[in-house]
């Protein structure tokens, strides 16, 4: 093809993206391979820990080492101490995460997060946070306890349950019960929170 003068145009070698292509292209297929090999490991990872939870008892995993993302289903009861860790919004909404002590069946209590609740209108006001008292199964992910990265908590503890806090290092559940694991449980779904997700007016 040629231009509007006439002249005929030529392709000229460009030594730079050839040079471009030779190094980054290589790289990017080899990162690429690298994500789908973890991502392999980590469904490996999950098929083995979804085993075991289904072959292990509640003490042998607390003996092995809770680690976080591990998926967990226990049978047991909800404690009457409850924690509710504040400045958790939802939806533009003010509210709390609930953190509840469970009593499994077998080997250690450990604490289970309950999900989010709405907070009352007025800030004095705490919300009802019922715990059933039949024996029952729970199932979710452990977790970390959630602590600040940098700041303690300054807020004066509370005497009466439930108490708000700012946030659950493990040392203060250990100072109410002893034996507790390193790690919580966050459950799976709403369906076993028990109780209502938002207050009425």
Not at 79 to 95: F, I, K, Q
Not at 129 to 146: F, T
Request: charged share 25%; with cysteine.
């Amino acid at each position: 093809m040629s231009d509007p003068q006439g002249r005929a145009r030529h392709w000229h070698f460009d030594w730079r993206l050839m040079l471009f292509s030779g190094v980054f292209l290589p790289l990017l297929i080899g990162l690429g391979l690298w994500q789908l090999d973890r991502a392999g490991q980590k469904q490996e990872l999950l098929t083995q820990w979804q085993q075991q939870a289904l072959d292990l008892r509640w003490p042998e995993l607390v003996g092995r080492g809770l680690d976080s993302g591990r998926p967990v289903t226990l049978r047991g009861r909800f404690g009457d101490h409850s924690w509710l860790l504040d400045n958790r919004t939802r939806d533009g909404m003010p509210g709390y995460e609930v953190l509840t002590l469970f009593f499994p069946l077998q080997g250690p209590p450990v604490v289970v997060n309950r999900g989010w609740i709405q907070a009352p209108r007025h800030r004095d006001e705490l919300p009802r946070v019922p715990s059933p008292e039949d024996v029952l199964e729970v199932s979710g992910r452990i977790s970390e306890y959630p602590e600040p990265p940098v700041l303690n908590d300054q807020t004066p503890p509370e005497t009466s349950w439930p108490r708000r806090v700012q946030s659950l290092p493990r040392a203060v559940v250990a100072d109410e019960i002893t034996d507790i694991p390193e790690a919580i449980i966050r459950l799976a779904g709403s369906d076993q929170r028990c109780f209502p997700r938002r207050l009425g007016a």
